[in-house]
């Protein structure tokens, strides 16, 4: 076994494997950049080398670097996590003629299937059923068109060397094939220094279910189940699950045997995911091969009760598998939520800044689930535009579905992050969608159901009634506090609150009376409902825990003038506390408008100024491009949203703008 080995890679992945590492008692070195220096894995490894500037084509990605860091600390072996080298052939080769170890793949395994268009060829040959597509690289866009039009709308333009949801786009259109293949190319070079994209046929209402596969070097591969990972945003994955609520036991059989051939067919020996579309009737066709470690392997390693990563090193380091497939056991259900550092009501635009705030909900077992949650970051850390926005990877574990949704919920809303934009919001908001409980899944899903957007709904039904009596603990709890507060003018002894208020939530109004029974708040409602409310809540902490008639809930809490901001199961509104008195008196209050101007294109999120596509004077219609702009590894085109003339442009190519910064203005 090795003694000493080295994270090729950062944030979460490289805490995740320097966990299990330290728990076998191998010592760790991680790298960084100059953005990483006070990164939560450089701190958490037995030793750190500093590799380069923050761009990863200056420092993750140099294969050299990597190498003059193994020779420095002595590390024997190499794990390069996911993205960045992972998945590229000539970093083993290189490793291997160093005289250093990979935890990976070999290098003639990664060729064969990491390439996509390379994987499709293979998996054709091992006769697995396909997507219909051109596996030929395609060098421009009108030949991406013809292909396009011969295989028959949509189709899927997609990078040979992609992975994470970059270099793809979906075309309904010849004019979509041509914007999307400049796209799909310009980001497949950014991200993976390799520019070359394959078109096949986009299978409509699919499911993505992968297969999890791990083989050693002896011979022996096996697979660990499915994953179900439907719910995604511009094809990167935002939810996954274990197992999936679509497949039988027999269809899992035969979508994990086709997996296991194709890996033996390549002699593949480490840890790897075959991919498959879905459709509704349990039909699949193969789609590619990840040969690494996945994002979302923790969901298989909560249901198998297997450590990956672990596996992985010691198959690296010769030993055989220690089970055979017969030994495989599927326990449960686990759920994945992706938290990252976007604006859901942005259109999901990535957001950049420090982490003024950053509470994750605790982890371990409560009741029947289990709580997990893998990150790399810390209250103060920043999350910076060179990287992906991934902030961490929360998962929960329970004997059921329905349970392990329910707790994956709950743990959401105890989740406080400030500072940035983030999708908490809106993954809550998923928990709690019907569509998703019933199991009812595309990967068109988020598209479908929030086709303007995501805006967090107003609390309703039981939800409303929740946030309601959890305002009145709050209100209530912050009048024992002005009780204490010395040098009153009375003695507070003397001071009566009335029990009688009114809760104004989202402008509706919640007639309650509060008692203090022991440690107990009763909040009754105005039909005569009593909701038993307890806590352990103290003023200033962000996120409200308790029990709300013997139901365990939690809140995001943020103070407002008379009242607090609440977020809970998706839902935020703001709720103030009121007398009768003040009640009937706000009422009577104008509400404030927010006015707002058409006339400037904005920066939507923190990033760089790729493409200006206008110029002054120049009529443009409603949809039309007016310019790229790119964050975190991700190019997006910022459209006209009416019909304009372009008056002023305030921005040029190269330009690094924050969020709100004017791009242009319309006469």
């Known amino acids: ?8 890679n950062r944030g979460e992945i490289a805490c995740r494997i320097i966990k299990t590492a330290r728990r076998m008692g191998i010592k760790t070195v991680a790298v960084y950049s100059d953005a990483d220096r006070d990164a939560v894995h450089v701190a958490m490894a037995d030793e750190a080398v500093h590799i380069g500037p923050a761009p990863a084509a200056q420092s993750y990605l140099l294969i050299d670097k990597i190498i003059d860091a193994c020779k420095q600390t002595g590390a024997q072996a190499v794990h390069p996590g996911y993205g960045f080298l992972s998945e590229r052939e000539s970093f083993p080769r290189a490793l291997e003629a160093a005289g250093i170890v990979f935890i990976g793949p070999n290098p003639g395994a990664i060729a064969a299937m990491g390439d996509k268009i390379e994987s499709k060829k293979a998996a054709s040959a091992a006769k697995v059923s396909t997507v219909p597509g051109f596996l030929g690289v395609i060098e421009s866009p009108e030949h991406a068109v013809t292909i396009a039009d011969e295989i028959g709308y949509p189709v899927m333009i997609k990078a040979s060397a992609g992975g994470g949801g970059k270099g793809m786009r979906i075309a309904h259109s010849s004019g979509e094939v041509a914007e999307g293949f400049a796209r799909a190319k310009s980001e497949a070079a950014s991200s993976f220094g390799d520019d070359r994209v394959f078109v096949e046929k986009f299978i409509t209402d699919p499911r993505h279910i992968e297969i999890q596969v791990i083989g050693d070097k002896h011979g022996n591969v096996i697979y660990l189940g499915e994953r179900e990972c439907s719910i995604q945003r511009r094809n990167q994955k935002v939810i996954e699950e274990a197992p999936s609520p679509l497949l039988d036991e027999a269809t899992r059989r035969k979508m994990g045997e086709q997996a296991v051939a194709l890996a033996k067919a390549v002699n593949y020996d480490s840890a790897g995911t075959v991919e498959f579309v879905a459709g509704q009737d349990k039909s699949f066709y193969f789609l590619e091969m990840n040969t690494r470690l996945q994002v979302e392997h923790p969901v298989t390693e909560m249901i198998t009760g297997l450590d990956l990563v672990e596996l992985m090193i010691r198959v690296a380091a010769g030993e055989a598998l220690p089970l055979g497939q017969a030994d495989v056991r599927l326990n449960g259900w686990a759920v994945e939520s992706r938290v990252y550092a976007e604006d859901p009501t942005r259109n999901f635009l990535p957001s950049i800044g420090r982490l003024t705030t950053y509470r994750p909900p605790a982890e371990g077992q409560f009741g029947g689930a289990t709580v997990r949650n893998d990150t790399g970051v810390e209250e103060g850390g920043e999350i910076a535009i060179h990287y992906d926005p991934m902030i961490a990877k929360l998962v929960t ?26 999708n908490i919001p809106f ?21 479908e159901e929030f086709p303007e957007g995501f805006v967090a709904p107003e609390p309703k039904g039981a939800i409303a009634q929740r946030m309601a009596a959890a305002a009145a603990a ?59 409310v307890s806590s352990d809540w103290r003023p200033g902490e962000p996120v409200w825990q308790g029990e709300i008639g013997g139901t365990r809930v939690a809140m995001q809490v943020r103070g407002l003038l008379n009242g607090v901001a609440l977020q809970h199961a998706g839902a935020a509104a703001e709720a103030r506390v009121y007398t009768q008195r003040e009640a009937a008196l706000a009422a009577l209050m104008p509400i404030k408008e927010d006015v707002g101007s058409g006339k400037q294109v904005l920066c939507p999120m923190p990033g760089l100024v790729k493409a200006i596509l206008v110029k002054e004077g120049q009529e443009v219609k409603n949809g039309e491009p007016l310019a790229i702009v790119e964050a975190m590894k991700m190019e997006n085109v910022l459209r006209a949203e009416r019909d304009a003339t372009v008056a002023k442009i305030a921005a040029k190519e190269g330009d690094s703008l924050a969020v709100d910064a004017v791009i242009l203005e319309f006469a």
């Open 474 to 532: 709050i209100d209530h709890k912050m009048n024992q506090r002005k009780r204490g507060i010395s040098g009153q003018m009375r003695d507070p002894a003397l001071l009566h609150f009335e029990r009688d208020r009114v809760v104004v939530l989202a402008g509706e109004s919640y007639p309650v009376t509060v008692d203090a029974v022991g440690g107990t708040l009763i909040v009754t409602g105005a039909d005569g409902t009593t909701w038993p």
């Open 427 to 447: 993954l809550a908001a998923l928990m709690a969608h019907p569509r998703w409980r019933s199991g009812n899944l595309s990967t068109g899903f988020i598209a």
């Open 1 to 8: 076994m090795f003694d000493k080995i080295l994270i090729a």
């Open 397 to 422: 574990w329970a004997p059921t579905r329905a349970e392990a949704i329910e707790s994956q919920g709950e743990a959401l809303d105890a989740f406080a992050i400030e500072g940035i934009r983030h």
